[in-house]
Structures are given as C-alpha cells and as structure tokens.
C-alpha cells in the first residue's frame, strides 16, 4: 500500500509540477506521513524533481520545443543558488517562510487575474542583452529558494519568464523543466552528501511522476497557453491557502 500511495501521489506531482508548480506541497506532507524526518522527507522530494523534469523536458523536445541554450544558462545560475540555499534547509524557520510565500502566492494571482490579456505571448522575447543578465540574476535568487525546499518555485518560475523575457507559457514550461533539472540535481546530491536522502522511497515517487511529466508536458503543447493559465490559477491559489493555514 505504501508503494501505490507513492507512485500515484507521484504521478499526480509529475502533472501539477510541469503544467504550472506546486507538486511538493503534495509530495512532502505524504513522505513524512510515511514516517520520514521533514529535513530526509526534502531530501528525498529531489529524486521525484528531478526525474520529472528529465522526463518533461523529453517530452518538449519530442514536440519540437526547446529554448537552449537560455534554458542551460538559467539553469547554471540556479545552480549555485541552490547549493547555498540547500545547505541552510535545516536553519531557517519554515513555519514563517511559508506563511511569507503564501502572501507572494496571492499576489501572483493578482498579477496574473489583472494582468491585460492581449500582451506577453505576441511580443518579441526577451532573452539576450541585459534581460538575459536580469534572469541569471533572477534566477541564481531563485535557485536559492529551490534548494531550500523548492515547492511552488514552479510557479515563480513561469511568472518571471513569462513577465520578464515575454516567452510564451508553453515555452516557459518548456524551460522550466529543463533548467530545474540542473539546479535539482546539484540539491539532491548536496542533500545525499548529508545523508538526507531515502532513496527507496524517493525512486518509488519519482516512478509514478516521470509518467505524469511526460504525459502533462505532451498535452500542454496541444492545449497552449489557455489551459495552462486555468491550471496556473488554480494551483497558486490552493497553495497560498495550504501555506497560510496548514504548516506541515
């Protein structure tokens, strides 16, 4: 029983984190259900994240949608960033963090409710020059975060790109997925190194998300922009009511 409730929460995971973010706030509170330490339960969480997003990222490619190499420089800044922000995990007060996050959470919908329906995705993007230096600058905070404890950084991640280098949603996705790969990768490793890591149980998850990756991301390309916006607004706004009200 606990390796199915694994693979479906994991596949469940797989679909929310592609289309917009958030698949964490799912994933977590059930690892440590199972009986995990939180600090070994975010640990674990990195396996799913990262093979999620090597399966999302195949599946934007098998559609013809990739935006290397911004997506390859993002990621390295995200990178580093998250080396630090893992190795402070254990230090910071998350009961006030996420209560701050769910406050950034509802301002994100805001901005994206109010935010005029004819602009981002018919502009030319803006992804060279000093757009590229803001979202390496951007990002490399970003990573800070992910290292942390990465749950609904998903979805900063699309506003940013979407708001800032005006890349479409699709190809914000596209590009999401791609550069938390490299910045996962290095968190969970970070994570490994202190013996944070069931890995049993991570690679069981992690089972049941690739098949959701790879299917959600397939179905977003022939769905677009519209459908990825419903399911943008949907999970910012159950996190920021998980966050405020629920700490575990």
């Known amino acids: 029983m606990e390796y199915g409730i694994l693979i479906a929460v994991g596949f469940i ?6 289309l917009a973010g958030g698949g964490s706030l799912f994933t977590l509170p059930v690892l440590i259900f199972l009986g995990l330490p939180p600090n070994v339960a975010n640990g674990t969480n990195r396996i799913m994240i990262v ?3 090597i399966f999302g990222t195949m599946g934007y490619r098998s559609k013809g949608v ?17 080396l630090i922000g893992a190795q402070i995990a254990v230090a910071i007060d998350e009961g006030v963090f996420k209560r701050i996050l769910a406050i950034l959470m509802l301002v994100i919908v805001s901005l994206i409710v109010l935010k005029p329906k004819t602009k981002a995705q018919n502009l030319p993007e803006r992804i060279t020059g000093k757009y590229l230096g803001i979202a390496l600058v951007g990002f490399f905070f970003l990573g800070i975060y992910g290292g942390f404890i990465n749950a609904g950084i998903g979805i900063m991640i699309m506003v940013f790109l979407n708001q800032v280098n ?4 699709v190809r914000t996705n596209a ?5 938390v790969t490299i910045y996962s990768t290095a968190a969970l490793l970070l994570f490994a190194f202190y013996g944070k890591v069931d890995w049993v ?9 690739s098949f959701g990756a ?10 677009g922009d519209g ?22």
Not at 201 to 209: C, D, E, L, N, Q
Not at 214 to 223: A, D, L
Not at 228 to 237: A, F, G, H, Q, T
């Open 66 to 82: 990739s935006t290397y190499p911004f997506n390859m420089y993002l990621g390295i800044a995200a990178l580093f960033g998250a």
């Open 13 to 18: 995971a797989g679909i929310v984190n592609t």
């Open 201 to 209: 149980k991570g690679f069981t998850m992690a089972f049941g998300t």
């Open 227 to 248: 459908f990825i916006k419903i399911v943008l607004l949907v999970m910012v706004s159950i996190m920021a009511v998980k966050l405020w009200f629920f700490d575990s």
């Open 175 to 179: 590009t999401k997925v791609a550069l």
């Open 166 to 169: 005006r890349m479409s949603l």
């Open 51 to 53: 093979i999620q997003s």
């Open 214 to 223: 790879w299917w959600s991301s397939r179905f977003s390309v022939k769905k």
